[in-house]
């Protein structure tokens, strides 16, 4: 584990050099994100992110139920809007996983630690009884492998919540914004979700349809 000096020995670069190899590789979705990073939680305040974000917001909070005083491991924070409800919620710690240094740049300074990785290898030294996602599994190659790799880091009877973009028209109007930036977005069935986590380790307790195009589901790790 390292240390990275620019951000006042603050984040983590976990596993051995992966950071300098995300650096690298990095693709559409990083870079894009990359430069979004900066305006990124300022943009959530204007319309119609602000509006969309409110109702999944509220979608949300209500499966995240039982927050207060918990540490949650968060897979894809971006600038930590979910982060700092989660904390405002009452959470007493957040560990936030980005692919995106500028992102995590963003993080509030304090009952965060922010971890540069990529969520379908990163090797966090730890499990959580509460993680939690929200618009990543879209942006990544592989869901199946975020989910797995998320299961290895939630304790058996955890809980993780996970918001995700399903296949309707809007949705499919969100994936049609994101080819403009050079990205293909997945979007999710919910049945075809349920069986991608019961394929990698999870069983889904709960589902919500929330906002025009996005679906909220509470899942336990299998023992
Ligand atoms: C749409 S943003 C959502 C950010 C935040 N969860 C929110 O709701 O504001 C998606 C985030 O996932 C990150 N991301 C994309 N692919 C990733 C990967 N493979 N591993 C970790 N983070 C990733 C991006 O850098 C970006 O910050």
């Known amino acids: 584990m390292l240390l990275d000096k620019c951000s006042g020995g603050r984040r983590i670069l976990w596993s051995d050099g992966r950071a300098n190899q995300v650096n690298q590789q990095m693709g559409s979705v990083e870079l894009y994100f990359e430069t979004q990073a900066q305006d990124y939680q300022k943009k959530c305040q204007c319309w119609p992110w602000k509006w969309l974000r409110n109702r999944e917001a509220r979608s949300v909070i209500t499966m995240l139920d039982d927050i207060r005083g918990r540490s949650f491991l968060e897979f894809g924070c971006g600038a930590g809007f979910y982060s700092r409800l989660l904390l405002e919620a009452g959470a007493d710690h957040v ?28 090797q966090i030294e730890r499990q959580f009884d509460r993680a939690f996602s929200a618009g990543l599994l879209e942006f990544v190659s592989d869901p199946a492998m975020v989910l ?53 380790g999870w069983t889904v307790t709960a589902t919500n349809r929330c906002g025009p195009f996005s679906a909220v589901v509470n899942m336990r790790r299998n023992s």
């Open 148 to 200: 797995a790799n998320l299961a290895g880091h939630v304790l058996a009877g955890g809980v993780a919540t996970v918001l995700f973009p399903v296949a309707n028209i809007a949705g499919f109007l969100y994936r049609f914004y994101h080819c403009r930036h050079g990205m293909f977005l997945n979007l999710f069935e919910i049945n075809e979700f349920i069986n991608m986590a019961q394929r990698t």
């Open 95 to 122: 560990w936030a996983l980005d692919l995106s240094s500028r992102m995590l740049d963003q993080l509030p300074a304090h009952h965060i630690t922010p971890i540069l990785g990529d969520a379908a290898e990163i």
